[in-house]
């Protein structure tokens, strides 16, 4: 026999599948799996031997939900995402994604939606692309990175492209046309599906007619629906729509970010899958809120409303300096419903105001919570802070229901985005970078098998998003493997997180390999960029 690369001993096989865990070995040889041994496999011959002391081996995470296609350019490492073990993001959620057309425009689009800011759009990018299959060519190129990244469509990019920004209106006959292309030609270039952000400019605007007729294409090629739903129609509505969608055009589903607190969308899932559709949902398993800069509030408000959309920050700036302005965003932009004696000022320089809620100081100034968040954007700038939402329902200790966790078909997905290296606190989602952790824990709770909780974070989204090669422990698969102890995987409670260090990990995870790469050891992560581009 030839000797391996890696041997993993003594170890706790769960292999991704659902199937129960045993005693056992799992061999790397270059970048596949050579062997899964039960017992001690009785082979020394590997350059590389980790003792796993009893704990379990696994496939690597698949993450079904991520938006790291442009931060990856100028942060290959991914941390956070190393650390909750995860080998595999799916990117491009939500609508947004880096086609058509070229570099200079989706990074307008990004901007213009808040996912980067200014000075990542005007950092130069490693090499520039003017389609899909530039943009994967390129980025094997640019030198790797440290764990596997598949991409899809996003409607709002492509929607964006064709007809232009708030264009409340279908699309024509040759508009039509030219996304159907799109559509098509991303995904024979690799892309993995197509996503929307039915929430957002410009996707909104698509009826669900105009979302069938390209998820007819997705059908075709057995490529996957991701819908950040139409949540303005009530969650339930707009899960009943993203189910339709893939009724009428065969498409499969992946409801996004599905929030765990809504039992009846997930009754109407269950009933769908019952009937034998395919649909599937990915969960943030907790949140205590977002920290959101200033600067990237003011995106936001741009974001929402039809009227700035194409204007730009300046125009959002001035119209918050009349009552009228004020009035539009405050009716366009959600953060304003949050309870503003949930909504904390950080950041601000001055003490007076530091931790303090937007409730309490525009109480104490006799001014309108929202006014009070316009005047200290304006008076403060781009550094004052609001950390949204603290007390959420979900960061109860006996959320979620027992009924939501328990499905077969629901996977956590990080949605963490926006954090540039430069810009730590910009946009912080507190929970986030624990997702993994977190849905373990919860779902292990509710009694769910540690076997069946690995098969939903591996085996299950890969098979979603037609990852053939990984997600499962065996012969001849990629060696995306993974060591760790579920018991001593960590990251802080909602009541334990410090709105201050943007940087805190999960803890708890061994070994990270990627493509037969060892990307952490010992808890460490190495330079390795081994992370490879996932196409269908
Ligand atoms: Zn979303
Ligand atoms: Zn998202």
């Known amino acids: ?64 939900h991520a938006h790291l ?51 990542f759009r005007e950092t130069p990018t490693p090499f520039r692309w003017n389609s899909f299959s530039e943009y994967i060519a390129g980025l094997a190129a640019a030198g790797g990175t440290a764990i596997n990244h598949g991409f ?61 007729e390209l998820a007819e294409v997705l059908a ?57 559709q395919d649909v599937a949902a990915d969960t943030i398993p907790r949140s205590t809120g977002h920290l959101v800069r200033g600067d990237r509030l003011v995106q936001f408000i741009m974001t929402m409303s039809p009227e700035y959309f194409d204007v730009g920050v300046d125009g959002v700036l001035d119209a918050m300096r009349t009552p009228e302005g004020r009035r539009l965003f405050v ?25 303090r809620t937007v409730a309490d100081v525009a109480s104490a100034r006799s001014v309108s919570p929202p006014d009070l968040i316009f005047d200290l954007l304006l008076e403060k700038g781009r550094e004052v802070t609001f950390w949204f939402g ?14 939501v966790i328990r499905y077969p078909w629901l996977s956590p997905g990080t949605d963490i985005l926006m954090v540039e290296d430069w810009d730590p606190q910009g946009w912080y989602e507190l929970m986030r970078p624990g997702c993994n952790v977190t849905f373990m824990r919860q779902a292990r709770r509710a009694g769910v098998r540690l076997e069946e909780v690995i098969r939903r974070m591996t085996s299950f989204p890969a098979k979603q998003f037609r990852i053939r090669d990984r997600g499962v422990l065996e012969e001849g698969k990629a060696a995306d493997v993974i060591v760790f102890d579920p018991d001593a995987f960590a990251y802080p409670a909602a009541d334990e997180i410090d709105y201050s260090n943007p940087y805190t990990r999960a803890t708890g995870m061994d070994y990270v390999i990627v493509n037969g790469t060892i990307v952490m050891a010992e808890g460490r992560q190495l330079d390795a960029l081994p992370g490879r581009p996932v196409t269908r």
């Open 1 to 64: 026999m030839q000797a391996l690369d890696i041997l993993v001993t003594n170890a706790r096989v769960i292999d991704g599948t659902g199937k129960d865990a045993f005693m056992g070995a799992v061999g790397i040889k270059g970048d596949k799996i050579a062997f899964v041994a039960r017992g001690a496999a009785g082979i020394a011959e590997a350059k590389t031997v980790i003792d796993a002391g009893g704990k379990v081996v696994c496939p690597g995470f698949v993450d079904p």
């Open 69 to 119: 296609e442009l931060l990856i350019l100028h942060q290959p490492r991914t941390e956070a995402y190393v650390a909750q073990g995860i080998t595999t993001a799916v990117n491009g959620n939500c609508g947004h994604s880096v086609t058509p057309y070229g570099t200079d425009r989706v990074l307008e689009y990004q901007y213009r939606n808040g996912l980067i800011t200014q000075r």
């Open 152 to 212: 899809l469509l996003g409607h709002g990019t492509l929607r964006w492209a064709v007809m232009g920004g708030a264009i409340n209106r279908p699309p024509n006959e040759d508009e039509r046309k030219e996304l159907k292309r799109l559509v098509r030609e991303g995904l024979e270039q690799g892309a993995l599906g197509m996503s929307t952000g039915l929430a957002y400019i410009p996707s909104k605007y698509a009826d669900t007619d105009e979302i069938v």
């Open 220 to 276: 075709e090629y057995d490529a996957t629906y991701a819908s950040h739903i139409r949540y303005q129609l009530g969650i339930e509505a707009a899960t009943a729509e993203a189910i339709e969608i893939g009724r009428r055009s065969g498409a499969r589903v992946q409801v996004s970010h599905l929030h765990m607190g809504a039992p009846g969308a997930y009754r109407l899932i269950a009933d769908a899958v019952a009937e034998g």
């Open 331 to 355: 009716h366009q932009e959600p953060f304003f419903t949050h309870d503003p004696a949930e909504v904390y000022i950080v950041n601000t320089g001055d003490a007076s105001l530091e931790g």
């Open 390 to 403: 603290k007390d959420r329902q979900d960061a109860a200790p006996d959320f979620p229901p027992d009924e």
